[in-house]
């Protein structure tokens, strides 16, 4: 039985990643997480310097998931070269680099400072609904992802996945304005934009007043946007978006996702992404799959 | 990979007080809490994701048993599903998680240790395991339902304010150290933030070393996603920028160092 995947030219050992943010990079799971089971671990995201993040309430309960406003605290690119990436070195899994920034300039440096550190990927995030620089523009507006993903893969010496946010009317044409930018690979979906009030204290639930959502009650909409997305590009497709069960990552891959990442899951259960690995296993015994690529757009 | 999310099994359920209510868990996790720790309890109700932080009341080693005691916070909430419960049902926990009080800091001093509201269960265990010169416990309630005031009688001098006056001094745990005129060399406190606030405030007056317990709302309660931060003084060395995690960090912290 074969769980490899190939990414962009990247080979996992199977297709299940984290999703950024949700997995910090990787050291306060290894208690509860082997991470040389994983095929990659995304990192929570990194600026060219340290962000504080927004003020709390950051995260609030939904139904069936979540909403969070962390504002991408990080602590900088020097540090966590310096810190996370030999951290995540000494595991026998794939190092995916979450890059987030408030304007292209800051992007680029954040890029081009990884351009010699041992890393596999690096996901673009320009689509975190969270942070106030108008800068959501650049993953709602096809001209600006193309241009953005052009002067990223000018410079980049790694693949280089842009991450999608679902808040857009039309998914498809955001994903090919990814592709027409020269990126290898796309990832989706980002959270939702939502909110929450709370009708005891009479306030918003979050002190951002928005966050985005995600958890469980997200996964049908992903599985809808990475199939559009499926039929719409010929870059692989890395879906996420409420995945707590091997079943949920099984129906991405069918959906034209070529690897998934566990997120919020990770919060109900440390080892969510570990039994997502081992139910895709078991599903591929049940039904003799061969190879897991078999599962890959299965669904047309 | 030593630890992970397990199934405990409730002992015992009692209603302590109004929306207040007592649980017995046995685990393993009894084996290596210390006062002031927190476990994150999970519902076994799927539409309901996030862990509850709720802090450890009593710690029996030997039985391999924990004590919370915690507050219902609404109708259709996990913790009302907790208070559900009963002897032999099924609990998802993980833990014990955070730091706990610094028990060592006071030998030979004479110590405050000062709960409200919700805030007062934790200072029981910590009341039992203390080892100071003169431990003063100072409760504060809302009302004349004093829950855990025959065993912090038992474990030290119990003095009690209540927001309606119907039971102690009317007013805060400072409004009691001021009527009876209590001293204290270090304090250790839980409490909702305006009560820490003002502790904090005291602490700096009268220069006392002072350890305060946050709480925030959590979503992995292991560090890794950044939601429970509190500000800090300084610049932290793991986050790079002035904010500390309040689980993993904390959620005890030198009065001092943060800015609530």
């Given amino acids: 039985m074969d769980m490899r995947v190939k990414i962009a030219g990247v080979e996992w050992k199977n297709p299940v990643t984290v999703a950024s943010g949700t997995f910090g990079s990787g050291e306060e799971f290894s208690e509860f997480v082997d991470l040389n089971r994983l095929g990659a671990v995304t990192t929570k995201g990194v600026a060219n310097v340290p962000w504080p993040g927004n003020p709390t309430p950051r995260v609030a309960e939904v139904y069936g998931g979540m909403m969070n406003a962390i504002g991408l605290q990080n602590p900088g690119i020097e540090l ?9 070195q000494q595991f026998d899994t794939k190092i995916i680099v979450n890059v987030c920034g408030h304007a292209p300039e800051e992007y680029l440096a954040v890029v081009e400072r990884l351009q010699e550190e041992p890393v596999d990927m690096l996901e673009i995030n320009i689509s975190c609904p969270n942070v106030n620089a108008g800068f959501l523009a650049f993953g709602q507006d096809a001209r600006h992802v193309e241009e953005l993903t052009g002067q990223i893969k000018r410079i980049a010496e790694q693949p280089v996945i842009m991450k999608l946010t679902p808040n857009v009317t039309d998914i498809t044409e955001i994903a090919k304005a990814a592709e027409a930018g020269g990126a290898d690979a796309i990832s989706l979906i980002n959270t939702l934009t939502g909110m929450k009030i709370d009708i005891h204290r009479r306030t918003f639930a979050l002190a951002n007043k928005t966050g985005g959502v995600s958890g469980p009650a997200v996964h049908p909409i992903a599985v809808r946007m990475v199939y559009q997305a499926a039929q719409a590009v010929q870059i692989p497709i890395i879906g996420m978006g409420g995945i707590a069960t091997a079943e949920d990552a099984i129906e991405m891959l069918l959906a034209g996702a070529s690897a998934v990442s566990v997120g919020t899951a990770n919060f109900h259960n440390p080892t969510a992404a570990l039994d997502v690995v081992d139910g895709i296993a078991e599903y591929m015994r049940q039904y003799g799959v061969k190879d897991v690529r078999e599962l890959i757009g299965g669904v047309r | 990979m030593t630890r992970k999310k397990e199934q405990v099994r409730v002992l015992s359920q009692e209603q302590l007080a109004a929306g207040i209510f007592s649980m017995w868990i046995a685990t393993e996790a009894a084996g290596e809490a210390r006062p002031g720790q927190f476990i994150s309890m999970y519902t076994n109700d799927g539409t309901k994701l996030l862990p509850r932080p709720i802090s450890i009341c009593e710690i029996d080693r030997e039985a391999g048993a924990l004590r919370v005691v915690y507050r219902v916070t609404g109708r259709n909430t996990g913790t009302e599903q907790f208070s559900q419960m009963k002897a032999g049902d099924a609990l998802p926990i993980v833990g014990p998680l955070g730091n706990g009080f610094p028990l060592e800091r006071a030998a030979g001093k004479r110590a405050f240790l000062m709960g409200g509201g919700i805030g007062v269960p934790p200072i029981l265990e910590l009341a039992k395991e203390l080892d100071c010169g003169k431990k003063q416990i100072i409760a504060g309630y809302r009302d004349s339902q004093t ?25 805060n745990v400072l ?14 406190a839980c409490g909702p933030t305006p009560m820490l606030r003002a502790i904090k405030a005291y602490a700096q007056e009268h220069d006392i070393e002072c350890y305060i317990s946050l709480e925030e709302r959590m979503a992995c309660g292991i560090g890794a996603c950044l939601g429970c931060v509190c500000q800090t003084k300084e610049k932290d060395a793991h986050s790079n920028v002035n904010n500390k995690r309040i689980c993993k960090d904390g959620p005890v912290f030198l009065a001092t160092e943060v800015e609530i």
Avoid: M
């Fill in chain 1, 80 to 88: 966590f070269c310096k810190r996370d990436i030999p951290y995540l």
């Fill in chain 2, 147 to 171: 829950f855990l005031r025959e065993e912090f009688e038992e474990n030290g001098e119990l003095y009690i304010s209540t927001e309606d006056g119907s039971a102690g001094v009317k007013g």
């Fill in chain 2, 175 to 188: 409004d009691a150290v001021r009527e009876y005129g209590l001293e204290a060399d270090i304090i250790y």
